[in-house]
């Protein structure tokens, strides 16, 4: 029998008394010892292809990368954003309008939005804009943890991580939850136009880390 034979053999008679998460890896625990499926940390990847229907929806949530058990977290620590648009979208709102990453069922975000909002200063964002409302072919890279650039007053900004009045999430709000992106357009409705070959694909770098 040949080595891969044997090994298989092996395998298939393991009795594993825990299945362990989707990516984990099998690891020996010596002689005699049945071994285990443990995260080590390695970086996994996923990847989410939304239709034109659900570019358009507006607060439709779609899941990036699948819930962990209990007691584990998804840390994302890159999102690339590939927006293939044949047929421009309308109705995106000029004010406030944004493309946020978030854990299921918070409203924090994860990674850095693509944001339109007429208020920035000093140049007002139209990034959702620039992206669905244009024929083109573009990838966007979202930093995670989100950081962004707040006016001190004295001619310089501060670059923070997560909330400027908070360092960080709550457990609660991320212990075995998806991690999930949607369109807020501000309460003006869906998007208008688009093509039925538009899509907008999500990969997601990321670790399951335990809380």
Not at 43 to 59: G, N, P
Request: proline share 5%; with cysteine; hydrophobic share 40%.
């Amino acid at each position: 029998m040949s080595v891969g034979g044997i090994l298989y053999r092996a395998l298939s008679n393991m009795k594993l008394t825990d299945p362990g998460n989707a990516g984990d890896v099998l690891v020996s625990n010596g002689t005699d010892s049945a071994p285990t499926f443990e995260d080590r940390g390695f970086v996994r990847r996923a990847t989410v292809t939304l239709t034109d229907a659900q570019i358009k929806a507006e607060y439709g949530i779609h899941t990036l990368v699948a819930a962990p058990d209990a007691g584990y977290r998804i840390k994302p620590l890159a999102i690339s954003v590939r927006a293939t648009i044949v047929g421009a979208y309308g109705n995106i709102n000029t004010t406030y309008a944004a493309i946020e990453c978030h854990y299921a069922g918070s409203v924090n975000w994860i990674a850095m939005p693509i944001v339109n909002d007429s208020t920035a200063t000093p140049t007002p964002l139209i990034q959702v804009s620039a992206l669905l409302g244009n024929v083109h072919v573009m990838v966007a890279d979202l930093t995670a943890p989100w950081s962004g650039a707040m006016d001190s007053g004295f001619g310089f900004g501060w670059v923070y991580m997560q909330q400027p009045t908070t360092p960080g999430i709550v457990t609660s709000e991320m212990d075995g939850k998806a991690l999930v992106v949607d369109l807020d357009n501000s309460g003006s409705g869906d998007l208008t136009g688009g093509h039925a070959s538009n899509t907008l694909t999500f990969t997601t770098y990321y670790v399951v880390e335990p809380l």
